[in-house]
T-cell receptor, first 114, second 109 residues
Framework: DAGVTQSPTHLIKTRGQQVTLRCSPKSGHDTVSWYQQALGQGPQFIFQYYEEEERQRGNFPDRFSGHQFPNYSSELNVNALLLGDSALYLC?????????????FGPGTRLTVT | RKEVEQDPGPFNVPEGATVAFNCTYSNSASQSFFWYRQDCRKEPKLLMSVYSSGNEDGRFTAQLNRASQYISLLIRDSKLSDSATYLCVVSLQGGKLIFGQGTELSVKP
């Protein structure tokens, strides 16, 4: 049973560019949440997707957007990259009725903005 | 004020020591409570859920005091393999996880 997978593993981008990160949830899971973890900090909630809709959103600007596909996989898009967007981006999946009780994290995508 | 606050680290302890981590949260509507472990440059992994009645898993004991909005984790007989960052986490309605900043533990021989 495959766990949560994310791609790419690492990414280097230049300020002002756009980036797309991808996440495949654990088999059977229908809900995907995205988190940003800056160095030395705990992860911060970006948003959550269920049934291809953004269900909840954290305190992130509109430059951060996402999408969920019919197969439950998800993308995180960040436009107009800033140096401060350099972080580990984590995806977590769950069943919608268990989302408050258990979420499984993928290995993350490490984004460096230069 | 941060929504979830943990003891600042790092904690440096010898093998076999007992170590306690403390955490407070500010949102009284918090629904579920967890301790996650994160190894260097890896994803967070669930260590244990925390219940008001307290719960134990081997060398690990977690406690929750809803009235004080306080969560704790006790690790007995520390092993070298316990070295990691420990994250205190609360879940709000709908599964939005709020993480503390983490407390680093280093267990030395």
């Amino acid at each position: 049973d495959a766990g949560v997978t994310q791609s790419p593993t690492h990414l280097i981008k230049t300020r002002g560019q756009q980036v797309t990160l991808r996440c495949s949830p654990k088999s059977g899971h229908d809900t995907v949440s995205w988190y940003q973890q800056a160095l030395g900090q705990g992860p911060q909630f970006i948003f959550q997707y269920y049934e291809e809709e953004e269900r909840q959103r954290g305190n992130f600007p509109d430059r951060f957007s996402g999408h969920q596909f019919p197969n439950y996989s998800s993308e995180l898009n960040v436009n107009a990259l800033l140096l401060g967007d350099s972080a580990l981006y984590l995806c977590a999946s769950s069943f919608v009725d268990r989302v408050a009780y258990e979420q499984y994290f993928g290995p993350g995508t490490r984004l460096t903005v230069t | 004020r941060k929504e979830v606050e943990q003891d600042p680290g790092p904690f440096n302890v010898p093998e076999g020591a007992t170590v306690a981590f403390n955490c407070t949260y500010s949102n009284s509507a918090s629904q579920s409570f967890f301790w996650y472990r994160q190894d260097c440059r890896k994803e967070p992994k669930l260590l244990m859920s925390v219940y008001s009645s307290g719960n134990e898993d081997g060398r690990f004991t977690a406690q929750l005091n809803r009235a004080s909005q306080y969560i704790s984790l006790l690790i007995r007989d520390s092993k070298l393999s316990d070295s990691a960052t420990y994250l205190c986490v609360v879940s709000l309605q709908g599964g939005k996880l709020i993480f503390g900043q983490g407390t680093e533990l280093s267990v030395k021989p």
